[in-house]
């Protein structure tokens, strides 16, 4: 399936200035970490009993479950739509769904009181599939597991004819190259299974996952609750993912000192106009048919953060990825996609906290310093991945002759 | 393989999510031997017996009555959190002099929201009317504590190693024995009365119809968010006793509705699988052709020179 994409590891140093940074930023998470297991989620957290949830939910799981959906997107656009030229961005944009999928279920158990019990919705005895969070979980558990899946042809073919174990394990060599050469056909056979499945998994969590804040109808503010947050939830997942893909194809670009590649990214860009009109009028539409129009100009602050999260998220990149200029500009695509991104991002957080009223609230919820540290810590670490990962393996896309002579395309 | 399938992809989910909507909602009934209390905000004194007693069953941390003695804790509305499974709180009483009192604690409803949203079961409502929890099960994920209408289900957030939901447990060890809950046990003006739920209705509304000037027309629990096990009569509006305005659905019917309706035999996930698979064989079978008719073509332009 994927033989035909010509991607290498990148050759680098590394450590760099800025990945100690990272080690810097990740070190000061674990040590919240190291308290947040040792005396309870209180002690790091501003959390209580008004407010169950704060921005490990918001942040590492809403956020990080959509940011990750240009894994799938991508994937059905290249795989199952059969658009081809879009392969070189499916590697990048599986590693980051792969990675931001771990930190997620990283963040889960920092978030879970008792995280020991994490594989209780695997046993039978205890199902629940009345349980959204139900659904969430399992699909999230098998979505990771297919992204595993989908990335084992990039370590058969980094280590593949390269098998060299040194001293007495020197005779399994043989062994050891037929066993990946075997792996590599097999997986290359049945892997329209899980690139499907991948979808389908993708689809019905990032749906639930909006359905999950539909149970609390009187603590949810009217702009943001309604019974369709899961097809809106699926919808901004559809928008942001090519989004994601487009942002971190131009930062990659910058920081390994290669060209964009705005000759995928710019087809790619056509689509989302079309997807964020199915967003923003289904999200109007909704509002309109609940009667609830009047309350973005009731003055509220709810009704401005709604507002800037539409405007400035949305309706200005939707107008912004019209434009052909836009799509051409490496730094106007940018700032469009990062606008989505934003949008998105913000969504999640307003669905999770900002729209959520208690029924007694004594106070307003804003993250502990450790909250931060711990989400900071994540997403460094989300980053420190990704650069080991296509540093080491073949990951990103790779210029040569016969990838501009536009040869070596279909032949899987 | 185009924009249009991907539009009918996308459409497929939204009317599986349609249906969800449309499809009509089977409500939950009370179990028909549920056990409930009937609160009489009308006939509590505030003596906050009913506190101690629930901290002495449940073996909770403050135990001296006297602390329950003190009445300066009325100042400020309290709510039920992990070592306190049920307050009583004073209320100005309206159109007269005087308070009123009001007990909170788990409604025990009927169809609870908590238990629809637990991905493990660890809250389920027992065929006895009350809503238990397992730690056993519990992840800690606090889900239930977003959905619960009422927000009552409190966290241990303190305790590192192995923290609890915690809420009124109805007493169910008692219940079970044929005993009354600690609290009901110890009221001494009969405010809170034990009894079948659909017994302790009729109470309620026989007390309604018989005293017209002492009680509001309103029985809460009976409808709200489809009924709980707990009811309250009271002389004011429920809200000028701190209870929420509810509907009559609980908000359980809502989600399940919608998660049914997309899971339903799993048909909306298998179609859209089948789709899928579909579209990317058409496709590779188009790109096959497309390759075989470009050989040929080759070949015949070979054959031409």
């Known amino acids: 399936m994927s033989s035909h994409v010509h991607a290498a590891p990148i050759r680098m140093r590394f450590f760099t200035r800025g990945t100690w940074v990272l080690v810097a930023l990740m070190a000061v998470g674990f040590c919240f970490a190291a308290v947040r297991f040792t005396k309870g989620i209180g002690a790091v957290t501003n959390l209580d009993n008004q407010w169950p949830w704060g921005i490990w939910i918001a942040i590492d799981i809403a956020c990080g479950v959509a940011l990750a959906a240009g894994g799938f997107t991508t994937a059905a656009l290249a795989h199952v739509f059969h658009r081809e030229k879009f392969e070189p961005i499916v590697r990048p944009a599986l590693i980051t769904a792969m990675l931001g999928y771990t930190v997620v279920v990283i963040g889960l158990l920092a978030d879970l009181g008792r995280y020991y019990n994490v594989w209780h919705p695997m046993v039978p005895s205890m199902w629940s599939g009345h349980s959204v969070l139900f659904e969430v979980g399992i699909c999230v558990m098998f979505y990771l597991t297919v992204l595993y899946i989908e990335f084992l042809p990039m370590v058969t073919e980094r280590f593949r004819g390269r098998v060299a174990l040194p001293g007495a394990l020197r005779p399994l060599n043989g062994f050891v190259e037929g066993l990946l050469r075997l792996f590599d056909r097999t997986l290359g056979r049945i892997m329209s299974v899980f690139i499907i499945a991948g979808v389908v998994l993708s689809c019905m969590h990032q749906s639930s996952l909006g359905a999950l804040m539909v149970i609390a109808p009187y603590k949810m503010h009217p702009l943001w609750w309604t019974q369709v947050l899961p097809l809106l939830f699926l919808l901004s997942a559809f928008c942001v993912g090519p989004c994601m893909v487009i942002f971190e194809s131009i930062l990659a670009s910058r920081a390994f000192g290669r060209r964009p590649e705005m000759e995928v990214l710019g087809p790619l860009s056509k689509i989302l106009p079309v997807l964020l009109f199915f967003f923003i009028s289904t999200k109007a539409m909704d509002l309109a048919v609940r009667g609830q129009l009047y309350r973005l100009a009731d003055g509220s602050w709810q009704s401005v953060v709604f507002l800037v999260e539409m405007g400035f998220g949305f309706v200005l990149p939707f107008l912004m990825f019209f434009s052909a200029r836009v799509r051409r500009s490496p730094r106007l695509l940018f700032t469009a996609a990062t606008l989505v991104i934003f949008g998105v991002a913000m969504n999640r957080i307003d669905v999770f906290l900002v729209a959520f009223r208690p029924v007694y609230a004594t106070k307003h919820y804003f993250p502990h310093v450790g909250e931060l540290a711990i989400t900071t810590g994540l997403i460094a670490f989300l980053i420190f991945a990704y650069r080991f990962v296509v540093l080491n393996f073949p990951v990103m896309h790779v210029e040569d002759a016969a990838s501009q002579r536009g040869e070596g395309v279909p032949h899987a | ?305």
């Open chain 2, 1 to 305: 393989m185009d924009r249009r399938d991907f539009l009918k992809t996308v459409g497929a989910v939204g009317v599986g999510i349609a249906a969800a909507d449309a499809s009509a909602s089977t409500a939950v009934h009370a179990p028909p031997d549920a056990f409930g209390v009937l609160v009489d905000t009308t006939a509590c004194i505030g003596c906050r017996k009913c506190e101690w007693a629930c901290n002495q069953v449940n073996e909770l941390p403050v135990q001296p009555l006297e602390e329950f003695e003190d009445k300066a804790v009325f100042a400020a509305m309290r709510r039920p959190d992990a070592g306190n499974f049920t307050v009583v709180n004073q209320w100005p009483r309206q159109e007269h002099e005087g308070n009123v009192w009001a007990k909170v604690q788990c409604l025990h409803c009927n169809d609870p929201a908590c238990a629809s949203a637990c991905l493990v079961s660890a809250l389920e409502k027992q065929p006895n009317g009350a809503v238990k929890y397992d730690p056993w099960r519990c992840m800690g994920c606090r889900y239930c504590m977003v959905a619960c209408p009422f927000q009552i289900p409190a966290y241990q957030y303190a305790d590192a190693l192995s923290p609890e939901v915690r809420k009124c447990t109805f007493c169910v060890e008692r219940i079970s024995a044929g005993e009354r809950p600690g609290c009901v046990e110890i009221c001494p003006v009969e405010c809170l009365i034990y009894g079948k739920r659909e017994e302790l209705l009729s109470l309620a509304h026989e007390r309604i119809g018989a005293y017209p000037d002492r009680y509001l027309d309103h029985v809460y629990g009976e409808h709200e968010v489809g009924g709980t096990s707990w009811l309250y009569i009271a002389g004011q509006p429920f809200p000028s006793l701190g209870f929420p305005e509810l509907g009559e659905q609980s908000p359980a019917r809502i989600t399940e509705n919608i998660q049914h309706g997309i899971f339903r035999r799993f048909i909306a996930p298998v179609a859209l699988y089948a789709t899928l698979a579909q579209v990317m064989w058409l496709g590779s079978r188009k790109d096959e052709v497309a390759a075989a008719a470009h050989k040929a073509e080759q070949h015949g332009e070979e054959h031409h020179e």
